[in-house]
């Protein structure tokens, strides 16, 4: 299992983007994003400079990817 990178709130919502979620709105420091597949949940991602380990993976957990797949973006 390949390690989690540390990323920015900034840099996760590019690659969220990427696999077709959008931006719907942003309040305060958390941007939520929505996916138009059903299977897929919605995301929401605090725009801070790094985020936690635990948080990232569970982000990716509810994009239904895995981390090598949110790595290669």
């Given at each position: 299992?390949?390690?989690?990178?540390?990323?920015?709130?900034?840099?996760?919502?590019?690659?969220?983007?990427?696999?077709?979620?959008?931006?719907?709105?942003?309040?305060?420091?958390?941007?939520r994003?929505?996916?138009?597949?059903?299977?897929?949940?919605?995301?929401?991602?605090?725009?801070?400079?790094?985020?936690?380990?635990?948080?990232?993976?569970?982000?990716?957990?509810?994009?239904?990817?895995?981390?090598?797949?949110?790595?290669?973006?």
């Open positions: 299992m390949p390690k989690l990178p540390q990323v920015s709130g900034k840099i996760a919502v590019a690659k969220f983007l990427r696999l077709g979620y959008e931006v719907v709105r942003q309040k305060g420091s958390h941007a994003l929505i996916n138009n597949d059903p299977q897929k949940g919605k995301l929401s991602v605090p725009m801070h400079k790094t985020l936690k380990k635990g948080l990232l993976a569970e982000l990716i957990k509810d994009a239904g990817i895995d981390i090598q797949e949110f790595i290669d973006l």
